[in-house]
């Protein structure tokens, strides 16, 4: 009977090791055993988002379609349409609680890459006025005759200020949930920045001020 080397059971456990170790992370990362015990308390943070903050008042609400339910397995989302009541610019606001693993990895440019938009150049950070939160901020262009301009910023967090992480599903993958706060507006690329820079930098001020 041919012995094998020690070497040789060395690489087979450890083969499996990383074998389960891979699906416990992924495990971990879509909560497929379960997410965190208290999701109505997080869920319900999201209504913190006030209809009114600064010049921004609610002149819509949205719904998360199902297909975008099932892709995101959200436990919650705040859609809503916010308009500037001195300039008239209107902004999309979308705020989704969720494991982070699906939290994390659907950006802007996955889902807007597409036929109908074309990012113009990579993501850069957007940051804001006398606060530590930064977001990717990403500029696309409809493939349609119009043309129209749409910026979008987005960041993600668990506690501390919102982040635009390079690597999220890495840095947020083992916190039991996470909040992804993501903006668009319409317009050309000054006024969509400046709107979208405001708004935000509004909105996290009334959040900062919100009663818990």
């Not at 087979?12 to 992370?25: C, E, M, P």
């Not at 006030?50 to 919650?76: D, H, M």
């Not at 996955?110 to 074309?118: D, L």
């Amino acid at each position: 009977m041919q012995h094998r080397p020690l070497t040789f059971y060395v690489c087979v456990l450890a083969a499996v090791a990383l074998t389960i170790g891979a699906g416990l992370v992924q495990g971990h990362l879509r909560q497929r055993w379960g997410g965190p015990e208290d999701k109505a308390a997080i869920v319900a943070r999201l209504t913190d988002v006030p209809a009114e903050f600064g010049a921004w008042r609610k002149v819509e609400s949205r719904e998360l379609g199902e297909f975008a339910r099932n892709t995101l397995q959200c436990y919650g989302h705040l859609g809503r349409v916010y308009r500037n009541v001195q300039t008239g610019a209107i902004v999309s606001l979308s705020l989704i609680a969720g494991p982070p693993g699906p939290t994390s990895v659907h950006t802007p440019e996955i889902c807007m890459g597409s036929q109908e938009y074309h990012a113009e150049q990579p993501r850069q950070e957007l940051s804001l006025p006398n606060r530590e939160d930064v977001f990717w901020n990403v500029t696309f262009h409809t493939t349609n005759v119009e043309q129209q301009h749409v910026r979008v910023a987005y960041a993600w967090r668990f506690d501390g200020p919102w982040t635009a992480a390079e690597q999220p599903r890495l840095l947020f993958g083992w916190r039991p949930y996470l909040y992804k706060l993501q903006v668009s507006c319409v317009g050309d690329k000054e006024s969509t920045r400046a709107s979208c820079q405001d708004f935000l930098t509004e909105l996290l001020s009334a959040l900062d001020n919100a009663p818990r």
